[in-house]
């Protein structure tokens, strides 16, 4: 924030202090505690219990949740690419944690 926040105001503008405190304390607070100290301490465990390979596939979920957490949370309904991706990362995901299986072509 230290680094960001002026270079923001700069090129930007100042709105985003037009923000009430307690909206921005808020958010500090979300972003600065949950979402990087608690995220990478669950993000680690997870690797630790399932390995690099299978913890990183997870990683890829995130853009997919946000999509599909914003209509119950924001209101917001997702376009139909949107879906489209949801769809494609979440199949990408099972095959590559080998939850489905591809067929092997026998070769002659």
């Known amino acids: ?17 037009a923000a009430p405190v307690s909206e921005l304390l808020f958010q500090g607070v979300y972003q600065g505690i949950f979402v990087s100290i608690l995220a990478l301490t669950f993000y680690t465990r997870a690797v630790m219990i399932l390995g690099a390979g299978r913890g990183a596939i997870f990683t890829a979920l995130i853009p997919g949740l946000t999509v599909i957490l914003a209509l119950p949370l924001l209101g917001e309904i997702p376009t139909g690419l949107e879906i489209a991706g949801v769809i494609a990362v979440s199949l990408g995901m099972i095959l590559a944690l080998g939850l489905i299986r591809r067929r092997q072509v026998a070769r002659s």
């Open 1 to 17: 924030m230290i680094l960001f926040l002026p270079l923001y105001a700069i090129f930007v503008g100042p709105a985003v202090f």
